[in-house]
Nanobody, 123 residues
Framework: QVQLVESGGGSVQAGGSLGLSCASS????????MGWFRQAPGKEREFVAY????????FYVDRVKGRFTISRDNAKNTVLLQMDSLKPEDTGVYYC????????????????WGQGAQVTVSS
């Protein structure tokens, strides 16, 4: 069983930056696709970004492209999400997720989930 623990997040004004970190207990972390999802109040959880285990290539949802950066440190079993130029609509609970299969933006393709970290952006 893979355990994922998020840290970081918090509150910031619009235009500011925050970072999220997700630590995995999985010894084969380097072979996992890692993703970030978020859930705004009253809305369904949505895909934000993923990073493949091979070559570290990343994919983002359009609304965060150019503002968010996902990265991974396989030596530390950690995936990061750097969030810049934050907007109030970025507010929500951010979840780290891991997939053993192919990298996709589909929630159902992820096998393991963290507990979530709150991000609040005020206008």
């Amino acid at each position: 069983q893979v355990q994922l623990v998020e840290s970081g997040g918090g509150s910031v004004q619009a235009g500011g930056s925050l970072g999220l970190s997700c630590a995995s207990s999985e010894g084969t972390f380097s072979r996992l696709t890692m993703g970030w999802f978020r859930q705004a109040p009253g809305k369904e959880r949505e895909f934000v970004a993923y990073i493949r285990w091979s070559k570290g290539s990343a994919f983002y949802v359009d609304r965060v492209k150019g503002r968010f950066t996902i990265s991974r440190d396989n030596a530390k079993n950690t995936v990061l999400l750097q969030m810049d130029s934050l907007k109030p609509e970025d507010t929500g609970v951010y979840y780290c997720a891991a997939a053993r299969g192919l990298a996709t933006p589909r929630e159902r393709d992820y096998d393991y989930w963290g507990q979530g970290a709150q991000v609040t952006v005020s206008s």
